[in-house]
């Protein structure tokens, strides 16, 4: 009987140590509705993303949204380990100045269009009344995805 109580207890531990690790992620294990591949090609494109504007935008944390997807948490880590500050989309909050509370990045679609090539269309919003959208063509050469080009537009 004592073992089993040590067991028991060990195991709501561990339950309640994992529970806590996912909720302050805000981060599921390895969704199922996205392949290894779109989670390569999220991380490509959030870390282009975060290079690119965030360097002349200088807001920090950044918040991350995959449209109608949960956040895998592999990408959470590989995102962390690249040095990044990143939370999920619903600690974001859409209000106060330009960048006051960090930016949202949406990547809004992933649109295959041949095994090497892809295009994304992302948002980025950083308070109530600033936002953008635009698209990046991305290209995988030897294994590795990259970016192509970057179209940029405006929401108003």
């Not at 041949?114 to 295009?119: I, Q, R």
């Not at 995805?145 to 108003?156: A, F, I, Q």
Request: with cysteine.
């Amino acid at each position: 009987a004592e073992n089993i109580m040590k067991t028991l207890a060990a195991s709501a531990l561990l339950l309640l140590f994992s529970t806590i690790v996912c909720i302050g992620q805000n981060a599921i294990p390895d969704s199922p509705s996205l392949s290894a591949e779109e989670i390569e090609l999220c991380k490509v494109v959030f870390g282009h993303l975060f290079t690119t504007h965030g360097s002349s935008i200088k807001a920090d944390p950044y918040f991350i949204d995959i449209t109608d997807q949960e956040i895998p948490a592999s990408l959470f880590t590989a995102l962390h380990s690249d040095g990044h500050s990143i939370n999920p989309a619903s600690a974001f909050r859409r209000e106060g100045d330009r960048n006051a509370n960090g930016v949202l990045y949406t990547i809004q679609k992933i649109i295959f269009a041949g095994e090497d090539t892809a295009e994304v269309i992302w948002t980025l919003w950083g308070g109530k009344k600033w936002g953008a959208k635009a698209s990046l063509d991305l290209v995988r050469q030897e294994g590795v995805w990259r970016v192509l080009n970057e179209h940029d537009g405006l929401v108003e």
